[in-house]
């Protein structure tokens, strides 16, 4: 029993790990979309800031997707 409790927390420190890397990730490119749709908004692209608002909109469901895992 004390070598499956050994390999569970193991198993467990490996998921925490990928979930943080995904999370990462996630941040980066859900800073990528929001400074695309300030530039777009700069210039005056309605239809391309409109696209990036929903681009940070999809990464931060995946965001939340990942944290309520």
């Known amino acids: 029993m004390l070598l499956v409790t050994f390999w569970h927390r193991y198993c467990l420190k490996d998921i925490n790990h990928l979930k943080l890397n995904k999370m990462k990730e996630l941040i980066k490119q859900y800073e990528t979309a929001k400074n695309k ?3 777009y908004m700069k210039n005056g692209q309605i239809n391309a800031y409109f696209e990036a608002l ?16």
């Open 54 to 69: 929903l681009e940070m909109n999809k990464y931060k469901r995946m965001m939340v997707a990942v944290v309520a895992n």
């Open 37 to 39: 749709a300030k530039m």
